[in-house]
């Protein structure tokens, strides 16, 4: 839709139609306008052959006298003061320039001050949601190590500790394979009477019973191990055997020496060899794979900064084990049969 | 490629993160004045060193957090219109009117900067990067960092030069 142009606005339209930058259809209308107004028409062609370029006498400029007087260093001079000013406020070669201009102080100061401080009391607050959850192993310290270590040692010391009173059952058939308490008993009194009726009735020497041997010399019993008579039903359906305690009796006329069997020979067997020669373990106390096993155990604790084993037979018929970790104790009782 | 002793672990990551999110997030909200676009800045590029802590080598972390949170920051200031220049200018002014504080008429002043001189002079002021890091970080000539640098000071030294504060 074309513009209707006027007298009360051909004005608006008058250099953009000299410089010819109308577009079509305005400019269709301005020149029916024209047409129109011969007068201004006149005037517009004048107008359209106007110089506007003056005939102006040239003005030199001294650019010198503009310029600041600046003692320029090898560096820094007066085109790129601002720059060195701004990227290197605190350079060696900015403050000599300034002791050179002094008058560029204030100048030099304010760049300086444009140095921004971080605020310290900005800070992120879910630090802890960002980071991972460690490997339970790699958090740990030396001193936790050991104490795990420790722990399992005792265990393991615990579980070797609870053979004597332990009692396995796989039965096969044919074969009675496992041993019991009681089974232990029996055997010390067959063995020991045996033993007995061998020394012919040298009755005065005091066999040591049961009651005053203690748990190491237990293990040392030898174990009785009978051939199974049951089927495999009976043995699905076996009654559970009573645990209750049975005072040994005591019997005279017994030699101490079945619970040392190899000492007062220059033999000795592997176990107490491995004690001796490797760990320097008394062979009284390695008489059997399982003692060599527990007493070694006990020296290397023993041996262990922070770490200590000790075990304690008290009166009242409890034998106490005590590993101490790094100050902390762990503790396991032992309640003895009594009569 | 990294040597393997040079892999971030966990444990690493974790010490990284004590060490950096406070810096990281300082500049961030230095950028944009606002505490969400800052923090999604921080975890975004946590999110993406841990995601590449087989490949960014321990020594190079520092920078890959600070390029990840500059691209994050130029990304929000052209995608988002709240960023706008004219809404920074005009709480600029305002904060200059309440406080003559030299820190915080400057940080009104950084307000009012195009978002790559607010970085670059964030980078070189807050962290202590020199020139080529910060080129590095930016991707930027030596030169662009030197000039953006330059325009940045000229601006903010305009804006406290214009005030009655004591320098």
């Known amino acids: 839709m074309s513009i209707k142009i006027d007298i009360s606005n051909y004005e608006v339209y008058v250099l953009d139609y000299i410089d010819g930058a109308l577009p079509p259809d305005t400019r269709l209308s301005f020149e029916s306008f024209l047409a129109a107004h011969p007068t201004i028409a006149n005037e517009i062609e004048e107008l359209g052959t106007l110089d506007l370029t003056l005939d102006q006498p040239k ?35 900015v403050t000599e320039f300034v002791e050179l201009n002094p008058k560029l102080e204030r100048e030099a100061r304010l760049y ?18 960002l980071k991972k959850a460690l490997p339970i192993w790699e958090g740990m310290s030396n001193n936790t190590w050991r104490a795990a270590a420790a722990i399992l040692v005792l265990i393991g010391l615990i579980s070797v500790l609870n053979n004597v009173e332990q009692v396995v059952y796989s039965p096969r058939q044919d074969v009675k394979d496992y041993v019991s308490f009681e089974d232990q008993m029996g055997a010390f009194e067959t063995v020991t009477l045996a033993q ?32 199974s008579t049951w ?39 592997i176990a107490q060899l491995i004690g001796k020669e490797v760990l320097g373990i008394d062979p009284a106390k390695a008489q059997t794979t399982q003692a060599l096993i527990k007493e070694s155990a006990k020296k290397i604790i023993d041996q262990t900064d922070q770490l200590a084993l000790d075990s304690e037979q008290t009166k009242d018929k409890r034998k106490i084990f005590r590993l101490k970790v790094a100050g ?10 009594s009569n | 490629m990294c040597n393997r002793a040079e892999k971030l672990n966990v444990k690493t990551y974790n010490k990284v993160v004590d060490k950096h999110a406070d810096g990281l997030y300082r500049f961030a909200y230095s950028m944009c004045k606002n505490e969400d676009d800052a923090q999604d800045a921080v975890q975004d590029a946590f999110s993406k060193l841990w995601e590449r802590k087989d490949q960014v080598n321990q020594e190079k972390v520092k920078s890959y957090l600070f390029t990840t949170v500059h691209n994050k920051m130029i990304d929000l200031f052209r995608k988002n219109s709240k960023y706008s220049s004219v809404e920074v200018h005009e709480n600029a002014a305002v904060s200059q009117s309440i406080s003559p504080d030299l820190q915080e008429v400057l940080q009104s002043a950084l307000n009012t900067l195009p978002e790559i001189q607010k970085s670059v002079i964030l980078l070189r002021d807050y962290e202590g990067y020199d ?26 030294k305009s804006y406290i030069g214009s005030l009655d504060l004591v320098i």
């Open chain 1, 328 to 337: 902390i104790e762990f503790r396991r009782v032992r309640y003895l049969a």
């Open chain 1, 59 to 93: 003005v030199e400029i001294d650019k010198k006298a503009l310029m600041m007087e600046l003692n320029g260093s090898s560096h820094i001079h007066e085109d790129n003061y601002e720059m060195a000013f701004a990227v290197e406020p605190e350079s060696a070669t």
């Open chain 1, 112 to 129: 300086a001050a444009t140095r921004l401080k971080p605020d310290p009391t900005i800070t992120f607050g879910a630090k802890s949601e």
């Open chain 2, 131 to 156: 020139y080529n890091e910060i080129a590095e970080i930016t991707d930027l000539s030596l030169s662009q960092v030197k000039v953006y640098i330059f325009r940045a000071r000229k601006k903010l």
């Open chain 1, 196 to 227: 007995s009726n061998a020394q012919d009735g040298d009755v005065k020497s005091m066999a040591r019973t049961t009651q005053d041997m203690d748990t190491d010399e237990l293990e040392l019993l030898p174990k009785k191990v009978e051939q």
């Open chain 1, 231 to 269: 089927s495999p039903g009976e043995i699905e359906n076996r009654p559970t055997p009573s645990y209750a305690f049975q005072a040994p009796k005591i019997i005279e006329n017994s030699s101490s020496e079945i619970a040392k069997p190899r000492l007062e020979s220059d033999e000795l067997s």
